[in-house]
């Protein structure tokens, strides 16, 4: 059964820095792409990192470009979101998912499995 176990999250103050990890079981990771979003009270689910199977290339959102950064540990398993700077504005539940085309698309709908979220807080 593929499953999605998200970690890391928690309250921190303006410009500080968390590190989310995205741990997978049930298949190999490196077989798809892994996005993480994140969905904020009465806003849209926003795509803010992925990265693609095999050469690991990475996309961000405009809005989170330059503070965080997408990474995976294969033997691990796992894909980290580090993010530094962190703003009241990334408050948020933050999801990872998977992407079977292993391209990261930007339909949600390709994202098959996703983990059960870790809430980000960023407030003085």
């Known amino acids: 059964q593929l499953q999605l176990v998200e970690s890391g999250g928690g309250l921190v103050q303006p410009g500080g820095s968390l590190r989310l990890s995205c741990a997978a079981s049930?298949?190999?990771?490196?077989?798809?792409?892994i996005g993480w979003f994140r969905q904020a009270p009465g806003k849209e689910r926003e795509r803010v990192a992925c990265?693609?199977?095999?050469?690991?290339?990475?996309n961000y959102a405009d809005s989170v470009k330059g503070r965080i950064t997408i990474s995976k540990d294969n033997a691990k398993n796992t894909v980290y979101l580090q993010m530094t700077g962190l703003k009241p504005a990334d408050t948020a539940i933050y999801y990872c998912?998977?992407?079977?085309?292993?391209?990261?698309?930007?339909?949600?709908?390709?994202?098959?499995?996703w983990g059960q979220g870790t809430q980000v807080t960023v407030s003085p």
């Open positions: 998912a998977s992407d079977h085309s292993g391209l990261c698309s930007l339909v949600f709908t390709d994202y098959s499995a």
């Open positions: 049930g298949f190999t990771l490196d077989s798809y792409a």
């Open positions: 990265i693609s199977r095999g050469n690991s290339s990475t």
